[in-house]
């Protein structure tokens, strides 16, 4: 099928869109350590009863080293060290600051891809690369007055921007080390080994008890656990989107949740859409257009 990884990469933002809404909610009622840890649980358990039901095999244990070497520093990178300073960066100048920040990943990745795997960028891909990150998600997310009370302290601002390196890295790391190797598998090994880092960190810090204070809401389980489906689902299609296609444009295709959470969160939350929030979608879909010149 034509263009199979972009619409991999489509299935990946919509994950993630749906994700964010259920781990808001859940992150609102718990600490977002807490909730980042019962995920990774929750996601390695379902990733392995799906490997099961696909290749016979709950763990990767047909994995290679050179899977588990950069599969592992992936999740280390992206799924510990990104999601840690991302967190922080939550607190310091808040969520919106961040998802701008975070919408330059894919440039980032484009660079990488281009110095570590000899990957290529047309000048329309570039432009439409620009467009989405630069123009359509800026025009979403950015409000003219922050109403949330965060200053850009520099702390903030170099939290996020390590941040944003980071997962950019992770992705790089995850298309070698998933090259030819199951999504699904390559997603649980990430997962494993960002959840064996997350253990040790806990551990250190003495940290166990919001663990299972977290766990005593049951009502709150539900939300992490629908986040953690919606979530697994992405990123296992951007792993099979990532060993079909580009990683530059893999990774901006996938970065397009801010513009497809703005219809999600009009008809299931009741929010009103903003017609600069209808312009930016336009403007990236015109983007997302362009890869397809």
Same mark, same amino acid.
């Given at each position: 099928?034509?263009?199979?990884?972009?619409?991999?990469?489509?299935?990946?933002?919509?994950?993630?869109?749906?994700?964010?809404?259920?781990?808001?909610?859940?992150?609102?009622?718990?600490?977002?350590?807490?909730?980042?840890?019962?995920?990774?649980?929750?996601?390695?358990?379902?990733?392995?009863?799906?490997?099961?039901?696909?290749?016979?095999?709950?763990?990767?244990?047909?994995?290679?080293?050179?899977?588990?070497?950069?599969?592992?520093?992936?999740?280390?990178?992206?799924?510990?060290?990104?999601?840690?300073?991302?967190?922080?960066?939550?607190?310091?100048?808040?969520?919106?600051?961040?998802?701008?920040?975070?919408?330059?990943?894919?440039?980032?990745?484009?660079?990488?891809?281009?110095?570590?795997?000899?990957?290529?960028?047309?000048?329309?891909?570039?432009?439409?690369?620009?467009?989405?990150?630069?123009?359509?998600?800026?025009?979403?997310?950015?409000?003219?007055?922050?109403?949330?009370?965060?200053?850009?302290?520099?702390?903030?601002?170099?939290?996020?921007?390590?941040?944003?390196?980071?997962?950019?890295?992770?992705?790089?790391?995850?298309?070698?080390?998933?090259?030819?190797?199951?999504? !699904?598998? #390559?997603?649980? +090994?990430?997962?494993?080994?960002?959840?064996? %880092? &997350?253990?040790?960190?806990?551990? /250190? @810090?003495?940290?166990?008890?919001?663990?299972?204070?977290?766990?005593?809401?049951?009502?709150?389980?539900?939300?992490?656990?629908?986040?953690?489906?919606?979530?697994?689902?992405?990123?296992?299609?951007?792993?099979?989107?990532?060993?079909?296609?580009?990683?530059?444009?893999?990774?901006?295709?996938? !970065?397009? #949740?801010?513009? +497809?959470?703005?219809?999600?969160?009009?008809? %299931? &939350?009741?929010?009103?859409?903003? /017609? @600069?929030?209808?312009?930016?979608?336009?403007?990236?879909?015109?983007?997302?257009?362009?890869?397809?010149?």
């Amino acid at each position: 099928m034509i263009y199979l990884g972009e619409f991999f990469a489509i299935i990946t933002a919509l994950g993630w869109a749906l994700s964010s809404l259920f781990f808001e909610i859940a992150s609102k009622k718990a600490d977002s350590i807490s909730v980042n840890v019962i995920r990774l649980f929750i996601g390695i358990f379902l990733l392995g009863l799906f490997s099961f039901g696909e290749r016979g095999l709950f763990l990767p244990l047909d994995s290679t080293i050179y899977n588990w070497k950069f599969l592992g520093i992936s999740g280390v990178i992206g799924l510990f060290l990104g999601d840690f300073f991302l967190y922080e960066a939550y607190v310091l100048i808040g969520a919106k600051i961040c998802m701008l920040f975070m919408t330059m990943t894919p440039l980032i990745v484009g660079i990488f891809g281009y110095i570590f795997l000899g990957e290529k960028l047309t000048f329309l891909q570039i432009i439409a690369m620009i467009l989405i990150t630069c123009s359509g998600i800026l025009l979403v997310v950015l409000k003219p007055n922050n109403n949330e009370g965060k200053k850009l302290s520099t702390k903030g601002i170099a939290f996020i921007t390590t941040a944003t390196i980071f997962e950019a890295i992770g992705i790089v790391f995850t298309k070698i080390g998933s090259s030819g190797y199951s999504p !699904s598998s #390559s997603t649980q +090994i990430r997962m494993i080994c960002a959840l064996v %880092v &997350f253990i040790i960190f806990l551990s /250190i @810090k003495k940290q166990w008890g919001k663990i299972f204070h977290t766990l005593k809401n049951k009502q709150n389980l539900l939300f992490i656990l629908g986040g953690t489906v919606t979530a697994t689902v992405g990123i296992t299609f951007l792993v099979a989107a990532l060993n079909l296609g580009n990683a530059g444009v893999i990774s901006t295709i996938s !970065s397009t #949740s801010p513009i +497809i959470i703005i219809p999600i969160s009009h008809f %299931v &939350f009741k929010d009103k859409i903003k /017609i @600069k929030e209808i312009l930016g979608a336009c403007i990236s879909v015109f983007g997302i257009a362009l890869f397809f010149l």
